[in-house]
DNA sequence: ATTTGCATGTAATCTGTTACATGATTCA
DNA sequence: TGAATCATGTAACAGATTACATGCAAAT
């Protein structure tokens, strides 16, 4: 499917960038629904420049040695609003371990039961506030057409999701008696 | 980290099955939170055949031909709690395909940001729909330590996660404007 | 006759992580 | 002096999907 190319065309495509701005790139904007490590991008922009999807010129960095910074090419302009215009086929399960492993709960007592699960729900809690103080970095809904746009919504996305595992951990305690 | 080793070895302590009967667990109780190919469990049943964590004995099956019938050994099941037991380290990204689609959104035209998030509040509505459906196959909450415990709880988990999706994408689509 | 389900496996490929490797600068 | 940040790359391995491959039975 080619995930990861769309994702650093669509990066490129709001600013040119070095590898390692987008790794910083997927370390904190897109961590809640991408993730990149730089040994898996610097081989994928190298695929790409050779596809010709991006280009890039060679500048001193701030230190002595030279860093590469990365532009789209129309080309890969084109492929990846094709990619973002195509119907999103069905996705795979999003695997969660947590889930498998309170899947498989009554097979402990009781006691580590409850542990589990508050472990989980403490975990989610400390995740939920570190995201509603992202959070509070928008003053207002950014406008339709800025690029903030799109950093408000999966925001708002994360928040949501923890705030409803949060509701389903409480459940899950609740029924355990 | 071998999840895919302690997902087949906690289906075993369950009940004995064969690599298909495992493969169609996957398919159904299983899917919400993790999935596997037969290409995938026969070679690890394999490995956990030679690491003595489970074992087989063949039998006819209902055609002419043989099947392996695979049980947990008290290796395997204390392999298997030890693991439940364990705290879980904090989980990799769940890659999001979609979520990637709407951080690019305003990228697109207006009406098709429109069309592709309407799209995908289709897709989840259904899967609500569906999920609502297999709940009815309980009648109540099922006991803290029978099998099928598990099996309610990520159903339920499950169908708060695609309430959460649809409030969230009908958010998006009201501030689309 | 063809498709579907039961039943098992391997090979090739793709995707992603961890570890190996280097080198300069800045800050404590 | 040592850690952190900037900056780039490769190698080995683990995890997972798609395709290749086979064979019987039942149903349509």
């Known amino acids: ?21 987008l790794m910083k790139q997927f370390e904190s904007t897109l ?31 701030e230190n002595g040695s030279e860093k590469k910074i990365y532009h789209i090419t129309e080309t890969g302009r084109k492929d990846f609003i094709d990619w973002l215009s195509m119907e999103t086929k069905a996705q795979p399960t999003p695997k969660d371990v ?11 007592e009781p006691s580590d039961r409850k542990f589990m699960l508050d472990e ?14 992202n959070q509070t970095k928008f003053d207002k809904v950014p406008d339709s057409n800025a690029d903030e ?6 925001l708002m996305g994360a928040i949501m999701r ?16």
């Open 1 to 21: 499917m080619r995930t990861l190319k769309y994702a650093i065309l669509g990066l490129l495509n709001q600013k040119e960038m070095t590898g390692y701005d």
């Open 31 to 61: 961590c809640e629904f991408w993730s990149a490590k730089h040994s898996q991008i610097y081989p994928e922009l190298k695929k790409l420049t050779d596809e010709k999807s991006v280009n890039y010129k060679v500048e001193p960095s």
């Open 98 to 108: 947590s889930r498998l492993k309170i899947f498989f709960c009554n097979c402990l």
């Open 120 to 133: 989980q729900l403490h975990r989610h809690t400390s995740r939920l506030k570190h995201l509603q103080n």
């Open 149 to 154: 746009f799109g950093d408000y919504l999966v």
């Open 162 to 177: 923890e705030e409803m595992n949060i509701e389903w951990l409480k459940k899950c305690i609740t029924l355990l008696g």
